[in-house]
T-cell receptor, first 115, second 115 residues
Framework: DAGVTQSPTHLIKTRGQQVTLRCSPK?????VSWYQQALGQGPQFIFQ???????QRGNFPDRFSGHQFPNYSSELNVNALLLGDSALYLC??????????????FGPGTRLTVL | AQSVTQLGSHVSVSEGALVLLRCNYS??????LFWYVQYPNQGLQLLLK??????LVKGINGFEAEFKKSETSFHLTKPSAHMSDAAEYFC?????????????FGTGTRLQVTL
């Protein structure tokens, strides 16, 4: 059973460019959440997708956008990159259940460096 | 708003000694609490979670945590540290809303295990 997968592993971009990160959820999961982890910090929630719609959003600007596909996979897009966007981007998947809290399972992350 | 405070950004213990990593939470509703571990250059792995079923929660790799409502704490312990436990540990809180919920993380505690 494959876990959460993310691509690419590493990415180097320059300021002002745009980037797309990809995530495939764990088998059986229908919800994808994205987190940004700056160096030495805990992950910060960006947004969450369920049924191909953004359901929740953290305190991130509109430069951060996403998409969820019918097969539950997801993309994170960041426009007009800033140096401060350099971070590890983590994808987490879960399954919405009405009777219990969902446990989020994390992928290995994509390390984005903005020069 | 929910929040998590992890006391001590770095903890060092000898191999075989007790591990104690501290986590205090703030939540306006009964919380769901998690401990995740992150090894270098990897994503987050779930150690254990509290979802109100039992106050003492046992997780993987010999770790356990006790939920104390009166102290708003969820400290992580392990009776005997092993070299392989060296990693970054994150406490997280999630507020149950009946749908997939976002996680709010602490800033992490780096555990060093010495011979």
């Amino acid at each position: 059973d494959a876990g959460v997968t993310q691509s690419p592993t590493h990415l180097i971009k320059t300021r002002g460019q745009q980037v797309t990160l990809r995530c495939s959820p764990k088998s059986g999961h229908d919800t994808v959440s994205w987190y940004q982890q700056a160096l030495g910090q805990g992950p910060q929630f960006i947004f969450q997708y369920y049924e191909e719609e953004e359901r929740q959003r953290g305190n991130f600007p509109d430069r951060f956008s996403g998409h969820q596909f019918p097969n539950y996979s997801s993309e994170l897009n960041v426009n007009a990159l800033l140096l401060g966007d350099s971070a590890l981007y983590l994808c987490a998947s879960s399954f919405i259940a009405s009777q219990s809290t969902d446990t989020q399972y994390f992928g290995p992350g994509t390390r984005l460096t903005v020069l | 708003a929910q929040s998590v405070t992890q006391l001590g950004s770095h903890v060092s213990v000898s191999e075989g000694a007790l591990v104690l990593l501290r986590c205090n939470y703030s939540s306006s509703v009964p919380p769901y609490l998690f401990w995740y571990v992150q090894y270098p250059n990897q994503g987050l792995q779930l150690l254990l979670k509290y979802t109100s079923a039992a106050t003492l929660v046992k997780g993987i790799n010999g770790f356990e945590a006790e939920f104390k409502k009166s102290e708003t704490s969820f400290h992580l312990t392990k009776p005997s540290a092993h070299m392989s436990d060296a990693a970054e540990y994150f406490c997280a809180v999630s507020e149950e809303t009946g749908t997939a919920s976002k996680l709010t993380f602490g800033t992490g505690t780096r555990l060093q295990v010495t011979l």
